[in-house]
Nanobody, 126 residues
Framework: QVQLVESGGGLLQAGGSLRLSCAASGRIFDTIAMAWFRQAPGKEREFVAAMAAFGSSTSYLDSVKGRFTISRDDAKNTVFLQMNNLKPEDTAVYYC???????????????????WGQGTQVTVSS
C-alpha cells in the first residue's frame, strides 16, 4: 500500500506561482512513475505531468509546457509540481498519483496509476 498526501494549493492571481508537494509513504519501492493530474468542476480528470521514479524522463500536458515542472526529492520521498505563470484555466483540484506496474498504457492514462492522494485546490483569479 502506498499513501500520498498533497499540499501547497491556494488562491492567487494570474501570473503567480505555486509549488505543490506530494509526500509518499508505505511500499514506495515498487513505484515506477509519479504523476500529477487535475480536475476542474464539471470536467474529467486531466493529465498534467509525469516523471519516472528512477531517472529523469518526464512528460507534460502541452498547455503547461514551459510553465510547470515536475521534480522529486528521493531523500524525502516527495514529488513536486512547480507551477509558474498560472492562468485561470489552471484552476482545479490537483492530485498526485503513483504507478506500480508497466503496461501498454502511457503515463498520461489515469488508469495506469494504482494510488492517489486526496487532492489540493488551486484557484487562479484574473
Amino acid at each position: 500500500q502506498v499513501q500520498l498526501v498533497e499540499s501547497g494549493g491556494g488562491l492567487l492571481q494570474a501570473g503567480g506561482s505555486l509549488r505543490l508537494s506530494c509526500a509518499a509513504s508505505g511500499r514506495i519501492f515498487d513505484t515506477i512513475a509519479m504523476a500529477w493530474f487535475r480536475q476542474a468542476p464539471g470536467k474529467e480528470r486531466e493529465f498534467v505531468a509525469a516523471m519516472a521514479a528512477f531517472g529523469s524522463s518526464t512528460s507534460y500536458l502541452d498547455s503547461v509546457k514551459g510553465r510547470f515542472t515536475i521534480s522529486r526529492d528521493d531523500a524525502k520521498n516527495t514529488v513536486f509540481l512547480q507551477m509558474n505563470n498560472l492562468k485561470p484555466e489552471d484552476t482545479a483540484v490537483y492530485y498526485c498519483a503513483a504507478r506500480l506496474s508497466s503496461s501498454l498504457w502511457t503515463d498520461r492514462n489515469a488508469g495506469a496509476y494504482a494510488y492517489w492522494g486526496q487532492g489540493t485546490q488551486v484557484t487562479v483569479s484574473s
